[in-house]
């Protein structure tokens, strides 16, 4: 019995491993870079859903949402997105507690993204039952997640998440500023913003041999296009303390964009907010977000390039059907007549685009 039970234990903890250091195995290609895709909020507001919901078939859809920028994704090595709304069954409900159908995740996957962020305010909407269903129906569809977890052991074996690509070892971690003052319930874990428990992380990653840190943080201030004083002073700290890269959340706009330095005088980018890359939103600069481009050499292990591109969310008719739409906003302006949409909205997305990439302006357009 005794060695029945060190066996489990020992295949619990090669598994553990395993999951923790994720060797994707890419196509060979003369290139001597990697690309990753980074995109903001994942929203699930209740017009979304009804949306997708197909009466004949009694069931939801959101295929065609990402139809427009599947291209983008699909041409990465990486893909990772911001989910923040719960994967938790029925009732479906838009803000303030989210649930949203399982097929979101079926096109997310089908559009090409890899990792799913959950640490955000949102993570609690439906509780303990939300929060573990939603990382189940992650897992069963073979995506990867970090942020929040059902408990220590859990943690322990999968954060920070390691994936290795072309030789090159990428640690990722996610932490949020709160929960909307939920708390999680029994064993449940949530990534806050706890800068000790952070340094500790930053070590696991660096003992685990990771070549670059990258920090998903979900803070600052909702509709503000300027980070605050918070976000800089916090994402100097992250550089002091070893990242290479720092993607935000939450704000629903996409803040400004900058370049940090560490220790040792190496630039550091800063996204402080990538806005919604999904959602029912129409209050000013929220009806969009920005796809990041991260390019990294994998002989020096180093980011060697970043780039944007403004995606616009349309609601409307395009493709004979209607749905929330992503358009990249440089493929419409250099082509309108690839996208039939209505005067208003190609308005609205030509604004949308122009204020972004004046906002933006210290920073590369995605090519």
Same mark, same amino acid.
């Given at each position: ?19 923790? @250091? ?18 903001? @909020? ?11 919901? *197909? ?13 427009? !920028? ?35 995740? @079926? ?27 939603? !990382? ?21 074996? !999968? ?68 980070? *605050? ?14 990242? *290479? ?30 806005? *919604? ?49 992503? !358009? ?16 208003? @909205? ?22």
């Amino acid at each position: 019995m005794k060695r029945y039970l060190l066996l489990l234990a020992s295949l619990f903890l090669f598994s553990s491993f395993l999951y923790n @250091d994720i060797v994707v195995l890419l196509p060979k290609t003369e290139s001597d870079s990697i690309s990753l895709i980074f995109v903001g @909020d994942i929203m699930g507001h209740s017009p979304q859903f009804k949306a997708a919901y *197909n009466q004949r078939t009694n069931s939801y859809n959101y295929d065609i949402c990402f139809q427009q !920028i599947k291209s983008y994704i699909k041409k990465a090595d990486f893909a990772i997105a911001n989910l923040e709304v719960p994967i938790a069954g029925k009732p479906y409900s838009g803000y303030p507690n989210f649930s949203s159908p399982d097929a979101l995740l @079926d096109a997310i996957k089908n559009a090409g993204f890899n990792i799913l962020l959950t640490a955000n305010n949102h993570v609690l909407d439906r509780g303990k039952f939300g929060l573990e269903l939603t !990382i189940r129906q992650i897992e069963k569809r073979k995506l990867y997640h970090l942020g929040s977890y059902v408990d220590t052991i859990q943690r322990d074996s !999968i954060y920070p998440l390691l994936v290795t690509l072309k030789g090159v070892r990428i640690a990722f971690l996610n932490c949020t500023y709160g929960t909307n003052n939920n708390e999680a319930s029994g064993s449940n874990l949530v990534n806050y913003i706890d800068t000790l428990e952070i340094l500790d992380d930053i070590h696991k990653a660096n003992e685990l041999g990771a070549d670059i840190r990258i920090m998903n943080v979900h803070w600052g201030t909702e509709y503000e296009v300027k980070a *605050n004083e918070f976000q800089t002073e916090l994402a100097q700290f992250f550089v002091n303390h070893g990242i *290479n890269l720092i993607i935000g959340s939450h704000p629903h706009v996409v803040q400004n964009a900058e370049m940090l330095y560490d220790k040792d005088s190496l630039a550091v980018p800063v996204f402080y907010s990538l806005g *919604n890359f999904i959602s029912n939103q129409r209050k000013p600069n929220t009806d969009g977000g920005i796809m990041v481009k991260v390019e990294i050499d994998t002989k020096s292990k180093d980011i060697t390039k970043t780039s944007f591109l403004p995606v616009y969310v349309y609601r409307g008719v395009l493709n004979s059907e209607y749905q929330f739409h992503l !358009i990249p906003t440089i493929d419409f302006i250099k082509k309108p007549s690839n996208f039939p949409i209505n005067k208003v @909205d190609s308005m609205l997305l030509r604004e949308f685009h122009f204020n972004t990439c004046k906002r933006l302006s210290n920073q590369n357009l995605m090519e």
